[in-house]
């Protein structure tokens, strides 16, 4: 399994437009191969920004670099352009290799 993740530093006030901007958001994800799921996190806020990150489980890290590489990838981040004043920066991402997992009932 593999976890594919975006930092986002969000303008203080911007909160709401952002997580609007991804709720209105177009996404293939579901049919994708190799997709399990997706989280939209809002985390602490600093002294200019709240942070936020995008979280998204794949089978393996090859399903997510294909995913990277389709047309459909390619049409849901068309409309992701940073808006004037939203963003602190660019991204940051991070990849994750899952080496344990628990799951609710296990022992």
Known sequence: MFIAMNRFRIAH????EFERIWAERRTNLPEVPGFRAFHLL???SAEDHTLFAS????ESR????DW????????AHSGAGPSAGLYLGPPQ?????VVQEITAGER
């Open 62 to 65: 090859a399903h997510f670099e």
């Open 13 to 16: 006030g911007r909160e709401e």
């Open 42 to 44: 809002r985390g602490p």
């Open 93 to 97: 991402f991070e990849g994750f290799e």
């Open 68 to 75: 990277t590489r389709s047309d459909a990838f390619r049409r």
């Open 55 to 58: 979280h998204t489980i794949w």
